[in-house]
């Protein structure tokens, strides 16, 4: 970690293989993402701190009339989490994603390709950047499901797609790991592929959970709940896929009924409030 030449800022990561394409579009330095006019994609995140904001926005990598590729721009203002190493003041979110990021690779768990993050004091507020490369050829597991809703896939195609996913959460958890934040809008797959390569994003919330139970049980409840309409044989499929077994065993039908009372329990919650 390097400070750049503009004053406060602190650079974290650079990718090598994109540094020709960011010098060749003038995307070198915090000020030039950070500068850069662009529409977000959702209304984003407020709170976390004084006045603080998260916004994420795309911007295509036009030089010289060629498209080089599209990236994911995520800037924020204040926006802080806080966790074990710091506890008070907290570090803005985008650092704790950056590092979630690079452990996912570590691990060898499919996310995001990293490009650029840096952070910078100015005018008494911390700002950050972190960027990556656009999913090309990728949707949302939630448009996937509203697709699938409007026009049914081929039975193998739906498996297929399930098995990748239950693999992907399942490399997951066995390196120790929980989202705490697994919703279908941040897992991306590859559509109608015979091998569809899953991608999970929105990484601020990731943390190393020794109890195994725990981590799985929380994680999937997430997933579970927000998964409009999941039939029986998509649990069942998936669990099997999940699990690494061709039926379900005892621990397997365990770890399902637990899931269906946590959810039960957060449905009553609500009923409550």
């Known amino acids: 970690m390097t400070s750049g030449p503009q004053s406060g800022v602190r650079l974290l990561y650079r990718a090598p293989a994109w540094q020709e394409r960011l010098t060749r579009a003038g995307l070198q330095e915090f000020g030039d993402f950070w500068d850069l ?6 209304e984003g995140n407020s709170g976390r701190g004084q006045a603080g904001w998260s916004r994420v926005c795309l911007h295509p990598l036009w030089v010289d009339g060629a498209l080089l590729g599209r990236l994911v721009i995520k800037r924020q203002s204040n926006y802080f989490s806080r966790d074990w190493r710091h506890p008070l003041r ?4 985008f650092e704790k994603e950056l590092a979630n990021l690079r452990h996912y690779q570590q691990a060898g768990i499919a996310t995001m390709e990293a490009v ?10 911390r700002q950050a950047v ?19 809703r409007d ?7 739906r498996d297929l797609l399930l098995d990748a996913v239950a693999r992907l959460v399942a490399n997951l958890h066995r390196q120790g790991l929980e989202h705490r934040c697994l919703f279908p809008k941040h897992i991306f797959v590859e559509p109608a592929s015979d091998n569809p390569q899953v991608r999970l994003i929105d990484l601020e919330k990731t943390r190393w959970v020794p109890w195994r139970p725990a981590r799985r049980v929380r994680d999937l409840t997430a997933l579970a ?8 044989r998509d649990a069942l499929r998936f669990l099997c ?3 690494g077994h061709a039926r379900l065993q005892a621990g397997d039908k365990q770890l399902w009924r637990a899931v269906a009372q946590r959810i039960r ?9």
Not at 151 to 157: E, K, L, T
Not at 265 to 273: E, G, V
């Open 265 to 273: 329990a957060k449905r009553n919650d609500r009923s409550l409030s």
């Open 241 to 243: 896929s999940y699990s």
């Open 90 to 93: 907290g570090r803005l979110t």
């Open 116 to 125: 650029y993050c840096a952070t910078r004091q100015h005018n008494g507020s």
């Open 151 to 157: 026009q049914p896939p081929p039975r193998r195609q």
């Open 225 to 232: 709940r927000r998964w409009p309409g999941l039939r029986p």
């Open 37 to 42: 006019q662009l529409e977000a994609v959702d």
């Open 130 to 148: 972190l960027v990556t490369a656009f999913l090309d050829g990728f949707i949302s597991l939630e448009e996937q499901l509203r697709r699938w």
